[in-house]
C-alpha cells in the first residue's frame, strides 16, 4: 500500500509540473504575440529610445496617411532626412511642394519649399530652426547668405543640415565652405580624384567620406573647427567587405558616438547588407539586411 502511494504521489507530482511548464509556454506565447516588436537593424527589436533605426518606403507611407499626410505616396518623388541632433525627421514631400518636420515629442510642423517645384531630391537644405539656408533654383544653388549663386553639379555636396557644403576643385581635391559665408573656403582636402559621397558635422566636427568608384574602400576625413577655419585631424581608411563594382556608401553617422552606418549593395536577387563602422576602434560589424532608409534617432519617431 506504502508503494502505491508512493507511487500516485510521483505521478500527481508530475502531472503538475507537465501543467505548469505548459502553462508558462501559453503564457510566453501570448506575451510574444501581442508584443509590439517592429524591425530594426536586421531582426533586432526597435527600442524606445536613441539608436539605430531602419524604416522602409511603406513605414513612411502608413505614418504619414496616419497623421493626416494622405497625399504622401512611396510612388511619389520624396527624400527624408533627419535634424542635426537626431530628434527629428524631415520629410520633403515633392508632389505637394512642402516639407513636413515631426519630432519625438509628436510636434508637427509643415513648411512650403522655396523656389520653383523640383522633383530633384536635396533640392532645398534647412537648418537646425527650420530655417532655409539654401537651394537649387534653374540650375544653381541659392544660399540664404545671398553672396553665392553657384552652378549645381553632382559635386556640389551639402550636409543634412545645411552647415557646410563641397565645392569640387579639379585636380586639387575639394574645398569645404560654410552655408553662412559661401564665398568663403574653411579647408581644402585631398581626395581619391573619384568623387565626394556625404558631408556631415556634429559640434564642432566635420565629416568627409570620399571613395573610389572602383568598388574599393571609403576614406573619412575628419576635420575640427579651429577659428575660422577647419583643420584635419584624421584621415579613416574603412575597408569593403569584399571588392565590387556596386555601390558601398555611407548612409548616416551617429550624432553621440563614433559610429557610421554604411550599406554594401548588391543586385537583385541578393539583398543589401548594413554594416556599421566605428571610426574609433576601426570595428566593422555586419548588422543585417539593409532597409530603405536609417538613421541614428533619439527615439523611434515612425510609432
Known sequence: MITINLISDKILKKAINLNLLIFALIIILVMTITMKTPSAMGDNPIKEEKG?????NKDFSRFLKKTGFVNYSVKAPYDVSRSLDGNELWFYIWSSNKVVFMACDGIIKEVDLPGERTWSKRSVWFNKEHQVVAWID?????????????????????????GYFVKKILQKGVEIHSIEKPDSSLAKVNVLGTGVLKLFSKKDMVYLFDYDRKGGPLKAHILKKQGMKLV??????IPRPKNSPAPFYVEDISAWDDN??????????????????????????????ANNYGFYLLCNIIK
Open 138 to 162: 534653374k540650375g544653381k544653388v541659392r544660399y540664404s547668405a545671398g553672396i553665392a549663386n553657384d552652378p549645381f553639379i553632382m559635386s556640389t555636396v551639402i550636409n543634412p543640415c545645411g
Open 260 to 289: 557610421v552606418l554604411l550599406i554594401d549593395v548588391y543586385d537583385w536577387p541578393s539583398k543589401s547588407k548594413w554594416y556599421v563602422f566605428n571610426l574609433k576602434t576601426r570595428e566593422l560589424k555586419k548588422i543585417g539586411n
Open 232 to 237: 584635419q585631424k584624421d584621415i579613416v581608411i
Open 52 to 56: 539605430l533605426y531602419s524604416y522602409s
